[in-house]
């Protein structure tokens, strides 16, 4: 039986005047796919990623998002989607619980329906004594856990996380990858960008972007494979050389 594609991306462009930030992308993903974004800094993963999210306009080329056009629906693909900057997530100057609450009234969800999972939530992460702490007191990875649970809390079909794992140590960040396991299985499809290659391992497939080109796509073992290498680490090497 054929899966499901949430995202088809074809012959897509992006550039800033003279600089193509994203070179003649083509890809899909499937419905309840971990689906890794791989590159260096500079790549152009998060440029993909804001286009991706009806965020940002292509300048050509064709991009569906859980079966709208991005350039001309923007609106009902954001509806359906939930999002994870690397930047920014939460707002400093609110408590726990008023972070949930806020996002939660941007994603429509009703006061009766955000009570009942808010709760759900603190509880699963250990956070329900916490929950009138302001957020710029919470660790780095507890502020990471809580804004992916927020960034899915709607629900959506298909959440983008932006480097989710920079700065947060490896204990943190296998943790922040079992939550991520479990969204899957709950079917929400995972599209999730990293600098971590070792991260890769942990997707169910992988595209490898080097200066705005997609230059490697396929599963880690096929990839590996592919390049005659030990780790998705050595993968990488051998691209940018």
Sequence with gaps: MEKKKVITVENLVKKFGNFTANDNLNFHVDQGEIFGFLGANGAGKTTAMRI????SAPTSGKVDVAGFDVSHQ???????????????S???D???WENMRFFATVYGLSAKVF???????LHKLNLFEERKRLVSTLSLGWK??????VAILHQPSIVFLDEPTGGVDPITRRQFWEMIYEAADNGITVFVTTHYMDEAEYCDRVTIMVDGRIDALG?????????????????????AR
């Excluded at 991706?52 to 965020?55: A, D, F, T, Y």
């Excluded at 359906?80 to 920014?88: E, H």
Aim: a positive charge; glycine letters at 6%.
């Design 94 to 96: 609110l408590s726990v």
């Design 52 to 55: 991706l999210c009806g965020l």
């Design 115 to 121: 009570k009942e999972r808010g709760e759900q939530l």
């Design 74 to 88: 923007s609106e009902e693909v954001k509806k359906r989607i939930g999002y994870m900057s690397q930047k920014f």
């Design 144 to 149: 990471q856990k809580l804004a992916f649970s």
């Design 90 to 92: 939460l707002f400093e």
């Design 219 to 239: 599963t880690p073992s096929e990839l590996k494979k592919q390049f005659n290498a030990a780790s998705m680490n050595d993968v990488f090497l051998a691209l």
